[in-house]
T-cell receptor, first 115, second 122 residues
């Protein structure tokens, strides 16, 4: 079974600074997807960024970028120029490319942004 | 973009009663819907997967007779919590996946989440 591990229950960053959230996963599959989701107090799940395992290039979405290390099974999220609105729970998630297509989530990291 | 509507957003019920939660895909056909449960300050745990027109597949430890899932059409899945007890109080989130498409090798189809339902059983 696939597992996703987020070892940082809480992180804090100063506004305008950069923060990196860690995620590791375990799988025997070669094709899969990795995601970072943001969950603000409203509890709405918001997709931040997605990475296909077969792509070597790291995904980027404006201020958000990932460092995908397939061999190490590591998938960290970097938030640049942090904003107050970035404060939320962040979940790393994994999805197999075939077969069962549900997302497996990590335990989450609560990000606080200090003004 | 694709929208998934989940209703109600919150509900309070008495112990022993049943509660139905609806999950609708508003502008796409959801071939698969997933139901998750989230306890306070915890992650989302998959409860079951439902495919239109077939029985739901439940995760280990989830009581299928207690959490009834029906996916009768390509736009609607329902989760009924039967004989609810206080320990069933939680946040329930549905997500829906449309038909695969796009240019990615794995025929990636996006997963869209509802806004969730906060259930409180008194």
């Amino acid at each position: 079974a696939q597992t996703v591990t987020q070892s940082q229950p809480e992180m804090s960053v100063q506004e305008a600074e950069t923060v990196t959230l860690s995620c590791t996963y375990d799988t025997s599959e070669s094709d899969y997807y990795l995601f970072w989701y943001k969950q603000p107090p409203s509890r709405q799940m918001i997709l931040v960024i997605r990475q296909e395992a077969y792509k070597q290039q790291n995904a980027t979405e404006n201020r958000f970028s990932v460092n995908f290390q397939k061999a190490a099974k590591s998938f960290s999220l970097k938030i640049s120029d942090s904003q107050l609105g970035d404060a939320a729970m962040y979940f790393c998630a994994y999805k197999q490319d075939t077969g069962r297509r549900a997302l497996t989530f990590g335990s989450g990291t609560r990000l606080q942004v200090q003004p | 973009g694709a929208v998934v509507s989940q209703h109600p957003s919150w509900v309070i019920c008495k112990s022993g009663t049943s509660v139905k939660i609806e999950c609708r895909s508003l502008d796409f056909q959801a071939t698969t819907m997933f139901w998750y449960r989230q306890f306070p300050k915890q992650s989302l745990m998959l409860m079951a997967t439902s495919n239109e027109g077939s029985k739901a597949t439940y995760e280990q430890g989830v009581e299928k007779d207690k959490f009834l899932i029906n996916h009768a059409s390509l736009t609607l899945s329902t989760l009924t919590v039967t004989s609810a007890h206080p320990e069933d109080s939680s946040f329930y989130i549905c997500s829906a996946r449309g038909r695969p498409g796009g240019l990615s090798r794995g025929l990636y189809s996006p997963l869209h989440f509802g806004n969730g339902t906060r259930l409180t059983v008194t």
